[in-house]
Every structure is written in C-alpha cells, then in structure tokens.
C-alpha cells in the first residue's frame, strides 16, 4: 500500500467517523430540538442500527459478486450525499423515519467494505498488525475533530447548523472515495455451501453472539449517553468533550495495537474488552460523578478499540478469499444490526419504564453475557517446538 492510498484510506476513515461524531452525540439532540419525544428518538437513531441487519450483507454479497468493492463505496458515497441533503425539506416524523432509514442503508455498506479492502491490501502487504490500528486511528481523530467542533458550534450558534454540518462531511467524504485503491481481489468462484460450512463451526457463532451482546451493551450507550449527561447538567460543549475523552483513549489503542496483537491472541483481547464493559458500564450507572464518568470514558480504549481491533483480526481465520467482504458484513449484520437495533429500543423502554442509569445496568450484564461467549471458543492448538 502507497503512502498516498494509505492516506486516502486515513482521509476516508477520519471523514466516515466525523459523521458518526456529528450522528452520535447530536443526533438526538437534533431531534429534540425538533420537539420530538424521549421514544420517537431512540425509533429514530435506532436506523443506525436496524439497516445494518440487512444492507451490509446485500452489500457484502454484491462487492464479492463483482469484486468491485472501491466502486461500490463511491457510489453509496456520493448517494448518500445526495440524501443527506434532502434534510433541509424535512418537517414531519414520518419524514425523518423514512429518512434516517435511507440514508443509513446507504451508509451501512462503507465501513464493511471500507475494512474489508482495507484489510486486503495490508494482508498482501502482511502488514496487519502493523499498520491497521495507525490507519483506523484516524476514524478515531475525525470523531473527536467533530465532537469537539460541532459541540463549541452548536453552543454557540445553535443546534440548527446540524444539516450544514452534516452536508460538508458527506460531500468531503464523497471526493475521497475517488483517491481510493486496493489490490486486485483474486475472482476465486465461491463453491457452493462454503459460507453455509463456514457459519456451522460453533467458534464462528459464539463470536458472532459475543458480538452481539457487546453491541447490545453499547447501544445504550450511543443512543442515550448525550441525553444521560444532559439530564446530569452538562452542556453541549461539555458533552462534545465526554465523548471526545472516549474516542482519544480509541487512539491512544489504535496507535499501540500491533505491540497487543502481536503478543496476546484476539481471543484473550476480546475477553478483557468484555471484562472492562462491566466494569465500565457500571461505574457510569451507579456513581455518576465527572471524576468517574472521565474515568469510564477512557475505558472505551479497552470496550470500542480492543474489541474491534481483536475482532477484525479473528474474522480472518475463518472469511479469506471471497468470503473476506461477507465475513465483515455478516458481523455488522448481527452486532451492529440485530445487537444494536434490539439494544437500542430495549434501552429505550428501560429509559421510559424505570430511571436512566438502568439502561447502564443492562448494558453492563450483556458484556458479561459476551464475555461468557466468547470463553466457548475452543483452544488453538500451537506447533510443538
């Protein structure tokens, strides 16, 4: 990989994450802003999650079937520019539902294929552990770019400069998915029953489950964290930095990936990420104090990052060859799609139904539930020396 495309793929990720960074903690309250209720929010920012049980496996299958993953991003780029922009015209429900719907399909299939190409031309280079968590860091430093931006602006100026903002990132990222490039992906012809072979080893569907138990976890957390810290007294600005905190410890991972990866199993990795999660999401429940919440955010190094990172490295032992764009996909689908959209709207009924730290406590009791999942995968069985 060239330093220039190793800067397209930094560019993208850094462009991908700042929207995430405008999405998450403002999204909400965009919408609240709009005189929507605490339910119709969560139905709302639960698009993000319940368009990633279906588009990235369509989108997954359609890369592997033409083996044409750059073209695809650019053209769900520049699609969902063009939705994005459909925001201004907007007044109803009804109108956002169908909205956030549309896009976030759109939007669903750039970070499956964006991983899965980049992780192909640094398995060709065998420079994984080397260079990915430098590369992904910059998803890392666009969120917090963002957060930090769009939460001085809108305290500021007003939460009403959300669709301007939201337009300059789509366009932007849209003009870099012309600079990216991956090596040739190899036309090897799927056989027939391989994927299905693949899904019926039973280390493949506990990782998968703790996938989704720990995207269970967090979508209490991406939904309703900003609305926590606002009903806690907290400002814009000051909740733009809450989640700033988190996404820095990210890079502060991302940076220093190859020396865990290097050294310790994915498998060990993701079972200290789930051990931290109860850890994490506690704290935030029960002891809701700024020293302790600055503290729970730094742990997001260990509950985002490791996980991912140790993730994205095990897909790879079982999803090679043309499996590598659905294998990225399958774990968006059930994590993020049916982990996320099912947490989320849990999260959201706990929120109504009982007081706002218990969609901490469920949170903290599904990372235990991945972490015993994950204990299911059989040893690996090392060489003699």
């Known amino acids: 990989m060239t330093p220039l495309v190793r800067w397209a793929f930094g560019s993208f990720f850094f462009l991908y994450f700042a929207y995430v960074g405008l999405v998450s903690p403002y999204a909400s309250l965009f919408f609240l802003d709009r005189g929507f ?35 695809i991003i650019r053209f769900c780029a520049c699609l969902a520019a063009l939705v ?51 590369l992904r860091l910059w998803g890392s430093i666009g969120f917090i770019a963002m957060v930090l931006f769009a939460g001085e602006l809108f305290q500021r100026e ?12 789509f366009i932007a990222l849209a003009v870099v998915t012309f ?8 036309r090897r012809k799927l056989v027939k029953g391989e994927l299905f072979t693949v899904l019926l080893n039973p280390d493949v569907r506990w990782f998968l489950l703790s996938g989704f138990f720990m995207q269970f976890a967090h979508a209490a957390f991406y939904v309703f964290y900003s609305l926590y810290l606002s009903n806690l007294g907290y400002d814009k600005l000051q909740i733009g930095l809450f989640w700033a905190l988190g996404v820095a410890a990210e890079v502060v991972f991302f940076y220093f990936q190859s020396k865990v990866l290097s050294r310790l199993d994915p498998e060990v990795v993701l079972q200290a990420s789930f051990g931290i999660g109860v850890i994490r999401f506690a704290l935030m429940a029960f002891f809701p104090f700024t020293s302790v919440l600055i503290f729970a955010q730094v742990m997001h190094a260990g509950t985002f990052a490791a996980h991912h990172s140790a993730a994205t490295k095990l897909l790879q032992r079982w999803f090679t060859g043309p499996l590598q764009a659905r294998g990225q996909a399958l ?3 059930v994590s993020y799609g049916f982990g996320g959209t099912l947490g989320g709207l849990f999260a959201g009924w706990i929120w109504e139904a009982t007081q706002p730290r218990d969609v901490f406590v469920v949170s903290a009791f599904a990372c235990g539930l991945a972490g015993m999942a994950i204990q299911k995968l059989r040893p690996r069985r ?4």
Request: net charge neutral.
């Open 158 to 169: 007003g939460i009403e400069l959300y669709p301007l903002v939201g337009t300059c990132v």
């Open 84 to 134: 994005f922009t459909t925001i201004y015209f907007l007044h109803s429900y009804i109108a956002f539902f169908i909205w956030m719907f549309v896009l976030h399909t759109i939007l669903s299939s750039l970070m499956p294929l964006g991983e899965s190409a980049t992780v192909h031309a640094l398995f060709k280079d065998n420079s994984f552990d080397k260079r990915y968590g430098r």
């Open 382 to 385: 090392y060489p003699a020396r």
């Open 179 to 186: 600079l990216l490039h991956e090596p040739k992906i190899e």
């Open 331 to 333: 774990m968006a689908t």
């Open 37 to 71: 209720t605490v339910i119709e929010i969560a139905v709302l920012m639960s698009m993000l999650q319940i368009t990633r049980i279906v588009g990235p496996f369509s989108w997954g299958w359609l890369s592997d079937y033409l083996s044409n993953r750059i073209g």
